[in-house]
């Protein structure tokens, strides 16, 4: 009876020990997923490549762009099936400040990637070889790498692509990397079709824990739209209105900015005030001393012309025909340039110190502000004007918080929507008009 009992326990023991270490000596490793092999970057992105096709098409057909039918969601759509690459899922992209970067792409099928890789071959130079016993295809040219997997397909540009390539090998199943799950969970612009979320260095050190910008467009322009949270308060708020100018013809570079900076004058150590600072610095610009001047309202305005009135001698002859000198006036036009400020009791340290660091000058009893036209300056209690024509633009009451500034015939306009604590969301419009011209692509 014990011989049996003894061979009961044994039988019981061995069972456990199989069904405890069956996983470890029979497991079966799970391949890893496109989103576990994703490598971190300075910025990184999501693109729904047919629903960003869909949305720019109509921008396409409004500005009757000769490729446009290649641009369209069911060509995209049938190209991707004839290369076995799933569009339908999302294609996320990484980038580095360096300027390198690429992408990944779901695979559907693996053997149409290879026959369209031989395609290609007959109109580009692509040579093949072996990086860490994985068959990797380059166009030294271009410096550009593909590599492909059963389920992925690696594009690639830069001089970096064996880290790359070893971080896309060595991924785990349902082991992506941080910085990417950050990214994916987070809620803001989740329903939009080109989404890059940064962890660039710069933006860390200016105090900036998150950082994404998403695409949007229409028929006339492109939007970026943008979002940044801090680590720490913003202390600014937006004033609910302020001073500007009104509208001036010809204005090709305005700034408008109405904030509240009460709470931001007791934190001068604040991240972002030092990113200003140190920029200022590059010409000597007093930027400290700017914040406790100002009081939030600010209104600058540069383009077209404006009427001035210009003293000079000439030298006439009297009746006895003797030289003399005569001081007389005319008017010439001047290029338009306008500045509002609001100011407080530290205005005329400001203004001091910008004429002792030579950012101001004084010339023919006026005011040149770098490389300015010559500016009359208007001082009074609680603002600080500079313009260049015979009298300042007309000020009325307004509560936007843009820039607009003109490059090359675009005029670009960046508004922030809204402001709160930690957080600021802001957009960017880019018409695409001349843009498009001057490629020549219309």
Avoid at 122 to 145: C, E, G, M
Avoid at 164 to 171: F, T
Wanted: glycine share 6%; aromatic share 12%.
């Amino acid at each position: 009876m014990a011989k049996k009992v003894l061979l009961i326990i044994i039988l019981s023991v061995a069972l456990a020990c199989f069904l405890f270490l069956k996983p470890i000596f029979f497991h079966k490793s799970i391949e890893a997923r496109l989103i576990d092999r994703l490598p971190s970057a300075d910025f990184i992105g999501k693109l729904n490549i047919l629903e960003l096709a869909r949305e720019t098409s109509g921008m396409m057909y409004y500005h009757k762009l000769a490729f446009r039918d290649l641009t369209s969601k069911e060509f995209l759509l049938s190209q991707g099936k004839s290369y076995g690459l799933n569009l339908q899922k999302p294609i996320y992209i990484f980038g580095n400040e360096a300027g390198d970067g690429g992408c990944l792409i779901h695979v559907s099928d693996s053997m149409k990637i290879a026959s369209g890789i031989e395609r290609l071959r007959k109109s580009v130079d692509i040579k093949d070889t072996l990086i860490d016993k994985q068959k990797v295809f380059f166009s030294k040219k271009d410096n550009v790498f593909m590599h492909y997997g059963s389920n992925y397909l690696l594009l690639y540009k830069g001089a970096l692509f064996s880290k790359i390539l070893n971080s896309v090998l060595k991924a785990k199943y349902k082991k992506i990397q941080p910085l990417w799950s950050r990214f994916l969970k987070d809620i803001h612009f989740k329903n939009e079709h080109l989404v890059i979320y940064s962890n660039w260095s710069k933006f860390k050190d200016a105090g900036i824990a998150t950082a994404i910008f998403a695409h949007d467009s229409d028929s006339l322009s492109f939007n970026l739209k943008s979002y940044l949270r801090k680590t720490k308060p913003f202390y600014i708020k937006k004033k609910k209105t302020g001073l500007a100018f009104a509208s001036v013809p010809d204005a090709n570079k305005s700034v408008e900015l109405h904030l509240d900076l009460s709470e931001l004058k007791n934190h001068l150590d604040d991240p972002l005030l030092l990113l200003g600072m140190n920029l200022g610095k590059r010409i000597g610009f007093p930027f400290i001393d700017f914040i406790k001047a100002w009081e939030g309202d600010l209104c600058f305005v540069e383009g077209g012309s404006q009427k001035s009135r210009e003293n000079y001698i000439e030298t006439e002859l009297d009746e006895n025909f003797n030289t003399t000198e005569v001081q007389k006036f005319r008017d010439v036009f001047v290029p338009g340039y306008s500045l509002y400020l609001s100011s407080n009791q530290y205005g005329n340290k400001l203004i001091n110190r910008l004429f002792a660091k030579g950012i101001m000058t004084s010339e023919a009893q006026k005011i040149r502000f770098l490389y300015s036209p010559l500016l009359t300056m208007r001082q009074a209690n609680g603002y600080i004007q500079l313009y260049s024509g015979n009298q300042a633009p007309r000020l009325l009451t307004s509560s936007n918080n843009s820039i607009v500034w003109t490059e090359k015939g675009t005029v670009y306009r960046f508004n922030i929507d809204s402001l709160n604590r930690y957080e600021i969301f802001g957009s960017l419009q880019i018409p695409v008009k001349r843009i498009f011209r001057r490629n020549k692509i219309i």
